[in-house]
């Protein structure tokens, strides 16, 4: 089986960004080990710091944000890097050619329960001069690269250079990722969904309607049965999609007001949808493709809908959409 570094070289991905990638992965293999550790290594548990989003932040947060902006700052070809973990964009190294946008623990309510978590990153290219949050401000379209790592039964990377999507598994005896799928593909129909049921009654009318049709299952007008899946860890919900197809949505909801979208751009959907496309799937806000919204700050918040093409678009013919013109539609 060939390994990361092997994959990377016959899709002639460029050295530094090999380098780059490399890190991420060793980096990976530490959290991995510290995760698995859990209460042993005092690891569990919450802090008493929030992020810059009002959130708790778990012990784990805080230890891999500090693991991988270690990393990475030792990483000659980084020029800088934005974390959920950190209020600011943190300028790296001068003279690196790439931006890291990540979030180191993803689905962090699932650690105490010792279920699914995992990292998700972004590359972006570095622009010349100054570094500053509006260098990070790029479409999702100009990722580089993207990808998670799987912190469960089996540690497991997925990753997209833009040449499709692949599997790594992590190879506990030599620690080496090896390629285990190099040609992702998400079934383009399904007959399962995920999403927070509980948020319902704050979802928008055509969410609500293109549930409410899934859950009619054979006596409505979908006419088949719909199975619903919730890990509560988009990388756990993303991973299953990739497998064997299905639609993950966190759509809009009026819960909190000031807070209309769970997700975030820069660090989840962005890099969730590059591997999505990647794979033959769609990545949507309901309204607009995620991977062409322009952003307006690193943490901005956005609705995702995202998975099986033929479903993704009848999900979206119900927020008044027609893709009847684009050719992935029969
Ligand atoms: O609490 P909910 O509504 O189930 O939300 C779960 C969602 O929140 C997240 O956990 C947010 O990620 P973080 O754990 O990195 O804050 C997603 O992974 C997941 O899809
Ligand atoms: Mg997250
Ligand atoms: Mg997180």
């Known amino acids: ?74 990483d000659g070809n980084v020029r800088g890097l934005a974390s959920e973990e950190e209020d600011y964009v943190v300028e790296v190294n001068a003279k690196g050619e790439y931006l890291v946008c990540f979030d180191p623990l993803d689905g962090s309510s699932n650690i105490d329960i010792n279920s699914l978590v ?46 499709g999507t692949q599997f790594y598994t992590l190879d506990p005896n030599s620690q080496e990722f090896l390629l285990t799928d190099n040609n992702v593909q998400i079934t383009p129909d399904t007959a399962e969904f995920a999403i927070n049921m509980s948020n319902q009654r704050f979802w928008e009318a055509p969410i609500q309607t293109y549930i409410a049709d899934l859950l009619l299952g054979t006596i409505g007008p979908r006419e088949q049965s719909f199975n619903m899946r919730w ?23 009026n819960k909190n007001p000031e807070k209309p979208f769970k ?24 309204y607009e ?3 062409d919204i322009q952003p307006t700050a690193i943490h901005q918040r956005v609705a995702v809908i995202l998975g099986s093409a033929n479903e993704v678009d009848t999900c979206l013919s119900y927020h008044g959409i027609d893709y009847s013109e ?4 029969d």
């Open 1 to 74: 089986m060939q390994t990361l570094a092997q994959t990377l070289s016959a899709q002639a991905v460029n050295i530094s960004l090999t380098q780059l990638l490399l890190t991420l992965a060793d980096t990976s293999k530490a959290i991995s080990v510290a995760v698995r550790h859990g209460a042993l290594a005092g690891v569990l548990g919450a802090t008493d710091q929030e992020n810059v989003q009002g959130e708790t932040q778990k012990k784990l947060d805080v230890i891999t944000n500090d693991m991988l902006k270690d990393t990475l700052k030792a």
């Open 118 to 163: 995992g990292t998700i990153f972004s590359v972006l290219p570095a622009p010349a001069g100054e570094l500053n949050e509006q260098s990070f401000l790029q479409a999702g379209r100009k990722q580089v690269a993207a990808g998670y790592v799987l912190y469960g039964p089996s540690t497991m990377m997925a990753l997209t250079t833009g040449k």
């Open 231 to 253: 890990i509560a860890a988009m990388v756990g919900d993303v991973h299953r999609v990739l497998c064997r197809g299905g639609i993950f949505a966190y759509p809009t909801d």
């Open 263 to 286: 997700l975030r751009l820069m660090y989840e959907a962005n890099p969730m949808a590059l591997l999505v496309e990647q794979a033959g799937g769609k990545a949507s806000t309901g």
């Open 289 to 291: 493709t995620i991977l």
């Open 326 to 329: 684009e050719p992935s539609i």
